[in-house]
């Protein structure tokens, strides 16, 4: 580690002011009057932006971008201005010197299993139809012999990366954009900005260069983008807006609540017959997101009878977004603790229970698997992790207060891949350049695309360069729903393939200028596969419970995943142990609370949002299972920044269940909840 | 910008003249919470006068055999004294069950004594607290108060004393020393802190311009056990959902002597002195801590999601007891 790279926020650029956003401080209603000349008095601010005086701008394709375009207050948090001034502390006293009124109205931010407000959706977040029915559920499962009827309950949470938002925007004489933006794609800014602004994407550079994480929050452009555009535009000088911490719950996304009830009904041998899986959830009243968290049960298990239903309501919240594996995070915790109390209620193995309802086909579709090696995954993490002597009883293993119990859940997430352009270019002293604006969020993503070119160049890694996180560069997707090396290595190998081809076509010293080439996967990835196409998983847990304290530590945590071939194993392995991190934490330490008077998130810094801190992250091994699966792309990889989320919050919960014997189905299993529960 | 003033002290003495001086002046130790507070717009004073360096950073024993700590003595210097950690336990466990490794390394022990409380609304200047602008109310009783009191709180606050060092040393009967314009006085740590009542904004009893300038522990008779137990949200860097400081000699089966504290159950170290008095004499054992420390937990009054508490502390306290009676 060096300390040289720069960060969205130290670009320390000749003549930058500094922005400081205002939050609204009501849940719901319109800014009556903005008082600013108390402001504008003090030394070094510069300007004032309201939705009186920002720059208009033209509709968003995403509506949490129409920031100071109105009056509306549509949640707490939502901001209402943002000051500009010399020196960040100047723009802060500046926001602090504001006399902003407000007109409020009744508000509602509490999501309920019944809230009246719900309603079904067309589609879930990521295109998916909100209502899947195959067969007569209601009558598959009033026959079944053996039932499992649980309704699951997850809070709100955050993605909080350590890198908070952030971004430096400048404007050139001739009207052209140029944003340093700590964001997971910045073509995608590049083309919202373009649009917000009423300009060409050519007129409008974003350089996402090194990235301190985002876990699905940067994925899609934040408010602070067009807020640093704005008072740039405003003030003809270069602006520099990094989010506090503290403002960020309300504005960067957050996962949103479910209450997931899941009905599973099996033949006394352990067949499923039937699969209902109905979640509730939240919205905001500035944009639909629906977390997709039955979609899952469209893929895992077969039965005959099945139903997938998403519901939301529209509250007066922040807006939610996507947090790492959205839709099968969530989803796979209800389903994966249903299959467990299932597995309890028939007397049978919970891996046993999976594999006897491993089906050959995608259950929703009809179509085969691509490859599905959750079988191998699951007997592969059962062998090392020690399971098969594992005594089913629960509650019967004791260490003074401590109740010890292991579990396991499975894991799945879905094979996405989006068009990429790159470039690939020989220079005549033998090296070679990539060049694809990817975005590396602590992946790894130079290193591994860096790979994927020297392995088709068939020359030693360290004479191949790697340029990404410039929209100026080879448009590219985002780094998220774990397609980023798909989507760009695939763009990478196709135009590494044909520099290949290119120099084998002349032979004698190349140009002074040497040779580029670039390709576009458009039509690749635009293909429908015949195959379903998913990595799996399986996790294994132990657990102590903490009968005294209600305190729930883990012992040890095993995954194997099989998400094709795995391209580096050191950073495979990063993502992997990462993401079994995080369901660490969604499982025991994390939760966002919703206030219900004041309308925004209790936990609003580090301290009291608890992310795992590296004591309770101990004994977490990943291995994957190679998969040679040739319907994929070029590199043969599926996506590993996701899965290692997915399914851990249940394994977790279901080593609880038996350490203890008791079922608790609300996330997380803090002392306050598992004390209750054990009285 | 809120500009401040920034002074190094050359000595107590012109520390505690500087502050007289200047009205709403703050003494700076390891920072670790005074410039978050400044951060967060809870505190603005004019002037910070850094008493980090004044000599106040010695661990010596005391002439009876106790030991005298320097205010400025670092949280992880003093869990690591050999002489906290063969004479009090309960004190350095307490202090590396607080906070972070780096954080320990900073804060100091005048500083952890005088930390604000991490309630939510008491942090948030856009929402009431009447600790930190009085009679603007108290959201925390019928908002997040999950963490919050359980006992001693009153209407007006329900805010709990963050410090874990503070429960061992008020289990240990420490001594605060504070010196100010009016010149030295002593205050037991069990004193020093204060209950909400109807001026929640004074935490504790120090008056303005006051220094803390040592804390003295005494002596702790020859078979005295102690030991710090934490309950917490997760394995490191969290606050205590409940602690316990417990500090037991045990001769022949009767209890000689029991001190109990408890930390992240109110306004400040909850010195348990009605289960002390049940303990006092009377024969140790598992039934007998219980109905002491069920005696101290009666006067509980729990907020609506916070009763987990209650549990969470009686079995902190007994289980402690007993754990300390297999070594008395």
Same mark, same amino acid.
């Given at each position: 580690?060096?300390?040289?790279?720069?960060?969205?926020?130290?670009?320390?650029?000749?003549?930058?002011?500094?922005?400081?956003?205002?939050?609204?401080?009501?849940?719901?209603?319109?800014?009556?009057?903005?008082?600013?000349?108390?402001?504008?008095?003090?030394?070094?601010?510069?300007?004032?932006?309201?939705?009186?005086?920002?720059?208009?701008?033209?509709?968003?394709?995403?509506?949490?971008?129409?920031?100071?375009?109105?009056?509306?207050?549509?949640?707490?948090?939502?901001?209402?201005?943002?000051?500009?001034?010399?020196?960040?502390?100047?723009?802060?006293?500046? &926001?602090?010197?504001?006399?902003?009124?407000?007109?409020?109205?009744?508000?509602?931010?509490?999501?309920?299993?019944?809230?009246?407000?719900?309603?079904?959706?067309?589609?879930?977040?990521?295109?998916?139809?909100?209502?899947?029915?195959?067969?007569?559920?209601?009558?598959?499962?009033?026959?079944?012999?053996?039932?499992?009827?649980?309704?699951?309950?997850?809070?709100?949470?955050?993605?909080?990366?350590?890198?908070?938002?952030?971004?430096?925007?400048?404007?050139?004489?001739?009207?052209?954009?140029?944003?340093?933006?700590?964001?997971?794609?910045?073509?995608?800014?590049?083309?919202?900005?373009?649009?917000?602004?009423?300009?060409?994407?050519?007129?409008?550079?974003?350089?996402?260069?090194?990235?301190?994480?985002?876990?699905?929050?940067?994925?899609?452009?934040?408010?602070? &983008?067009?807020?640093?555009?704005?008072?740039?535009?405003?003030?003809?000088?270069?602006?520099?807006?990094?989010?506090?911490?503290?403002?960020?719950?309300?504005?960067?996304?957050?996962?949103?609540?479910?209450?997931?009830?899941?009905?599973?009904?099996?033949?006394?041998?352990?067949?499923?017959?039937?699969?209902?899986?109905?979640?509730?959830?939240?919205?905001?009243?500035?944009?639909?997101?629906?977390?997709?968290?039955?979609?899952?049960?469209?893929?895992?298990?077969?039965?005959?009878?099945?139903?997938?239903?998403?519901?939301?309501?529209?509250?007066?919240?922040?807006?939610?977004?996507?947090?790492?594996?959205?839709?099968?995070?969530?989803?796979?915790?209800?389903?994966?603790?249903?299959?467990?109390?299932?597995?309890?209620?028939?007397?049978?193995?919970?891996?046993?229970?999976?594999?006897?309802?491993?089906?050959?086909?995608?259950?929703?579709?009809?179509?085969?698997?691509?490859?599905?090696?959750?079988?191998?995954?699951?007997?592969?993490? &059962?062998?090392?992790?020690?399971?098969?002597?594992?005594?089913?009883?629960?509650?019967?293993?004791?260490?003074?207060?401590?109740?010890?119990?292991?579990?396991?859940?499975?894991?799945?997430?879905?094979?996405?891949?989006?068009?990429?352009? &790159?470039?690939?270019?020989?220079?005549?002293?033998?090296?070679?350049?990539?060049?694809?604006?990817?975005?590396?969020?602590?992946?790894?993503?130079?290193?591994?695309?860096?790979?994927?070119?020297?392995?088709?160049?068939?020359?030693?890694?360290?004479?191949?360069?790697?340029?990404?996180?410039?929209?100026?560069?080879?448009?590219?997707?985002?780094?998220?729903?774990?397609?980023?090396?798909?989507?760009?290595?695939?763009?990478?190998?196709?135009?590494?393939?044909?520099?290949?081809?290119?120099?084998?076509?002349?032979?004698?010293?190349?140009?002074?200028?040497?040779?580029?080439?670039?390709?576009?996967?458009?039509?690749?990835?635009?293909?429908?596969?015949?195959?379903?196409?998913?990595?799996?998983?399986?996790?294994?847990?132990?657990?102590?419970?903490?009968?005294?304290?209600?305190?729930?530590?883990?012992?040890?945590?095993?995954?194997?995943?099989?998400?094709?071939?795995?391209?580096?194993?050191?950073?495979?392995?990063?993502?992997?142990?990462?993401?079994?991190?995080?369901?660490?934490?969604?499982?025991?330490?994390?939760?966002?609370?919703?206030?219900?008077?004041?309308?925004?998130?209790?936990?609003?810094?580090?301290?009291?949002?608890?992310?795992?801190?590296?004591?309770?992250?101990?004994?977490?091994?990943?291995?994957?299972?190679?998969?040679?699966?040739?319907?994929?792309?070029?590199?043969?990889?599926?996506?590993?920044?996701?899965?290692?989320?997915?399914?851990?919050?249940?394994?977790?919960?279901?080593?609880?269940?038996?350490?203890?014997?008791?079922?608790?189905?609300?996330?997380?299993?803090?002392?306050?909840?598992?004390?209750?529960?054990?009285? | 910008?809120?500009?401040?003033?920034?002074?190094?002290?050359?000595?107590?003495?012109?520390?505690?003249?500087?502050?007289?001086?200047?009205?709403?002046?703050?003494?700076?130790?390891?920072?670790?919470?005074?410039?978050?507070?400044?951060?967060?717009?809870?505190?603005?004073?004019?002037?910070?006068?850094?008493?980090?360096?004044?000599?106040?950073?010695?661990?010596?024993?005391?002439?009876?055999?106790?030991?005298?700590?320097?205010?400025?003595?670092?949280?992880?210097?003093?869990?690591?004294?050999?002489?906290?950690?063969?004479?009090?336990?309960?004190?350095?466990?307490?202090?590396?069950?607080?906070?972070?490794?780096?954080?320990?390394?900073?804060?100091?022990?005048?500083?952890?004594?005088?930390?604000?409380?991490?309630?939510?609304?008491?942090?948030?200047?856009?929402?009431?607290?009447?600790?930190?602008?009085?009679?603007?109310?108290?959201?925390?009783?019928?908002?997040?108060?999950?963490?919050?009191?359980?006992?001693?709180?009153?209407?007006?606050?329900?805010?709990?004393?963050?410090?874990?060092?503070?429960?061992?040393?008020?289990?240990?009967?420490?001594?605060?020393?504070?010196?100010?314009?009016?010149?030295?006085?002593?205050?037991?740590?069990?004193?020093?802190?204060?209950?909400?009542?109807?001026?929640?904004?004074?935490?504790?009893?120090?008056?303005?311009?006051?220094?803390?300038?040592?804390?003295?522990?005494?002596?702790?008779?020859?078979?005295?056990?102690?030991?710090?137990?934490?309950?917490?949200?997760?394995?490191?860097?969290?606050?205590?959902?409940?602690?316990?400081?417990?500090?037991?000699?045990?001769?022949?089966?009767?209890?000689?002597?029991?001190?109990?504290?408890?930390?992240?159950?109110?306004?400040?170290?909850?010195?348990?002195?009605?289960?002390?008095?049940?303990?006092?004499?009377?024969?140790?054992?598992?039934?007998?801590?219980?109905?002491?420390?069920?005696?101290?937990?009666?006067?509980?009054?729990?907020?609506?999601?916070?009763?987990?508490?209650?549990?969470?502390?009686?079995?902190?306290?007994?289980?402690?007891?007993?754990?300390?009676?297999?070594?008395?």
């Amino acid at each position: 580690m060096t300390g040289v790279a720069r960060y969205a926020a130290e670009r320390n650029l000749p003549g930058c002011l500094y922005a400081w956003p205002v939050p609204a401080t009501v849940p719901r209603g319109r800014v009556a009057a903005i008082r600013t000349a108390d402001a504008l008095a003090l030394p070094g601010v510069h300007a004032v932006l309201t939705h009186e005086n920002a720059p208009r701008t033209r509709e968003p394709d995403d509506p949490i971008l129409a920031v100071l375009q109105n009056d509306r207050v549509p949640h707490r948090g939502w901001q209402v201005a943002l000051v500009v001034a010399d020196t960040l502390e100047g723009a802060r006293a500046g &926001a602090e010197a504001l006399d902003i009124t407000y007109e409020t109205a009744a508000h509602d931010a509490v999501l309920t299993a019944d809230h009246d407000g719900l309603y079904t959706p067309e589609t879930a977040n990521g295109g998916y139809p909100a209502v899947r029915e195959r067969g007569d559920v209601d009558r598959a499962f009033a026959a079944a012999p053996v039932q499992v009827d649980a309704t699951y309950t997850i809070g709100p949470l955050h993605n909080h990366p350590m890198e908070p938002h952030a971004t430096t925007a400048l404007w050139s004489q001739d009207g052209r954009l140029t944003l340093y933006d700590s964001s997971q794609g910045a073509t995608k800014v590049r083309d919202s900005l373009a649009t917000v602004f009423g300009l060409r994407p050519d007129q409008v550079t974003v350089v996402s260069q090194h990235v301190g994480g985002g876990f699905g929050s940067k994925g899609t452009p934040r408010p602070q &983008a067009v807020l640093a555009a704005m008072a740039a535009l405003h003030t003809g000088r270069p602006v520099e807006l990094a989010m506090p911490r503290r403002h960020m719950a309300a504005v960067v996304g957050h996962r949103a609540p479910t209450v997931q009830r899941v009905r599973l009904g099996a033949s006394s041998d352990g067949t499923l017959t039937s699969v209902a899986h109905e979640i509730s959830t939240h919205t905001s009243t500035v944009k639909e997101f629906v977390e997709q968290a039955a979609v899952p049960a469209r893929v895992m298990y077969g039965s005959a009878h099945s139903r997938t239903v998403h519901r939301v309501a529209a509250l007066d919240v922040p807006s939610p977004s996507w947090m790492r594996a959205p839709g099968e995070a969530p989803g796979m915790y209800a389903l994966e603790s249903a299959m467990d109390e299932l597995a309890s209620a028939l007397g049978l193995d919970p891996v046993e229970l999976r594999l006897r309802n491993d089906p050959a086909a995608e259950p929703d579709s009809g179509k085969p698997f691509s490859s599905r090696n959750l079988a191998a995954c699951l007997r592969d993490g &059962a062998a090392r992790f020690g399971w098969n002597d594992r005594d089913p009883r629960p509650a019967v293993r004791r260490e003074g207060p401590l109740l010890l119990g292991t579990g396991v859940a499975a894991a799945t997430y879905p094979v996405y891949a989006a068009a990429s352009h &790159a470039s690939a270019h020989a220079a005549p002293d033998g090296s070679y350049r990539i060049a694809v604006n990817a975005t590396d969020i602590g992946t790894g993503a130079r290193t591994v695309l860096a790979q994927i070119a020297a392995h088709v160049l068939e020359t030693p890694v360290e004479n191949v360069t790697v340029d990404i996180g410039d929209s100026d560069l080879p448009d590219a997707p985002l780094a998220g729903g774990s397609s980023g090396t798909a989507s760009w290595g695939w763009s990478v190998h196709k135009a590494a393939t044909a520099l290949v081809e290119r120099l084998g076509e002349s032979s004698g010293p190349l140009p002074a200028a040497g040779v580029t080439v670039t390709a576009d996967t458009t039509d690749e990835t635009a293909e429908e596969s015949p195959h379903a196409r998913h990595a799996f998983g399986a996790h294994f847990a132990e657990v102590a419970v903490d009968s005294r304290t209600g305190e729930v530590r883990v012992r040890r945590m095993l995954g194997v995943f099989a998400a094709g071939h795995i391209l580096n194993s050191r950073t495979g392995r990063s993502q992997f142990i990462g993401g079994m991190t995080m369901g660490l934490g969604m499982a025991l330490t994390e939760s966002s609370s919703l206030d219900p008077v004041f309308g925004d998130f209790t936990e609003s810094d580090l301290a009291s949002y608890h992310v795992p801190a590296c004591a309770d992250v101990t004994g977490l091994e990943a291995y994957w299972i190679d998969e040679d699966d040739p319907h994929l792309n070029p590199m043969g990889s599926k996506g590993i920044g996701e899965i290692g989320i997915v399914g851990a919050a249940a394994a977790l919960g279901n080593a609880f269940h038996h350490a203890t014997g008791v079922r608790l189905r609300t996330l997380p299993l803090a002392p306050d909840r598992v004390l209750s529960a054990l009285r | 910008m809120k500009p401040f003033a920034y002074l190094r002290a050359a000595s107590v003495a012109e520390a505690v003249r500087e502050s007289a001086a200047r009205p709403g002046a703050r003494f700076l130790g390891g920072g670790t919470n005074l410039v978050d507070l400044m951060k967060l717009g809870v505190e603005s004073p004019g002037l910070l006068i850094d008493v980090s360096r004044l000599p106040l950073d010695r661990v010596t024993d005391t002439a009876d055999g106790g030991l005298r700590i320097g205010a400025t003595v670092r949280n992880s210097d003093l869990a690591a004294h050999p002489a906290v950690r063969t004479r009090y336990p309960a004190l350095s466990q307490a202090l590396l069950a607080g906070a972070s490794g780096q954080l320990r390394n900073t804060a100091t022990t005048g500083g952890n004594l005088l930390q604000r409380t991490r309630c939510p609304y008491f942090q948030d200047t856009s929402k009431p607290c009447n600790k930190r602008e009085p009679g603007s109310g108290c959201p925390a009783r019928e908002g997040a108060h999950r963490d919050l009191a359980v006992i001693g709180h009153s209407t007006e606050c329900v805010a709990t004393h963050p410090s874990d060092m503070a429960v061992a040393l008020a289990a240990l009967d420490a001594v605060v020393l504070l010196y100010g314009p009016d010149g030295e006085r002593t205050v037991a740590v069990t004193e020093f802190h204060r209950l909400p009542g109807d001026d929640p904004s004074a935490d504790t009893v120090i008056r303005p311009d006051e220094m803390i300038t040592e804390v003295v522990l005494p002596p702790l008779p020859e078979g005295t056990v102690s030991l710090y137990r934490k309950a917490r949200d997760r394995a490191s860097f969290a606050f205590a959902l409940a602690s316990v400081a417990a500090v037991l000699r045990v001769r022949e089966g009767r209890i000689e002597h029991a001190a109990l504290a408890f930390g992240g159950l109110a306004h400040r170290p909850w010195r348990a002195r009605t289960a002390e008095e049940a303990l006092r004499g009377a024969p140790a054992g598992d039934a007998v801590y219980l109905s002491a420390v069920d005696a101290e937990l009666a006067a509980a009054r729990p907020l609506r999601d916070n009763a987990f508490k209650v549990t969470l502390a009686r079995h902190l306290a007994v289980d402690a007891l007993a754990a300390l009676t297999t070594r008395a």
